[in-house]
Nanobody, 124 residues
Framework: QLELVESGGGLVQAGDSLRLACAAS????????MGWFRRAPGKERHFIGG????????YYEDSVKGRFTISRDNAKNTLYLQMIFLKPEDTATYYC?????????????????WGQGAQVTVSS
């Protein structure tokens, strides 16, 4: 079982930047496609972006394109989410996830390992 732990969340102001990290352990992380989801208050978990096993391909949900960047360092077993120009509507719990069987997973069901979540709150 791949274990994932997010860090780096917090309270920021609109327009600020923030970087989340997701530390992986227990398995060889380069065997997994990885992604980020978020769940805003009262809403379902929503895909925001993913990255291929070797990090050569990234893909994003439209609302975060140009503001969020996903990267990974397989040598450090870490996934990152760099967020710039944050907006109040970005307020959510952010989850990292890993898929052992899909190449470019975008749905909750396509991932089989999850972190516990990191809270990001953006004030106006």
């Amino acid at each position: 079982q791949l274990e994932l732990v997010e860090s780096g969340g917090g309270l920021v102001q609109a327009g600020d930047s923030l970087r989340l990290a997701c530390a992986a352990s227990g398995r060889t992380v380069s065997n997994y496609a990885m992604g980020w989801f978020r769940r805003a208050p009262g809403k379902e978990r929503h895909f925001i972006g993913g990255i291929s096993r070797l990090g050569d391909t990234t893909y994003y949900e439209d609302s975060v394109k140009g503001r969020f960047t996903i990267s990974r360092d397989n040598a450090k077993n870490t996934l990152y989410l760099q967020m710039i120009f944050l907006k109040p509507e970005d307020t959510a719990t952010y989850y990292c996830a890993a898929s052992s069987f899909a190449a470019r997973p975008r749905t909750v069901g396509a991932y089989d390992s999850w972190g516990q979540g990191a809270q990001v709150t953006v004030s106006s």
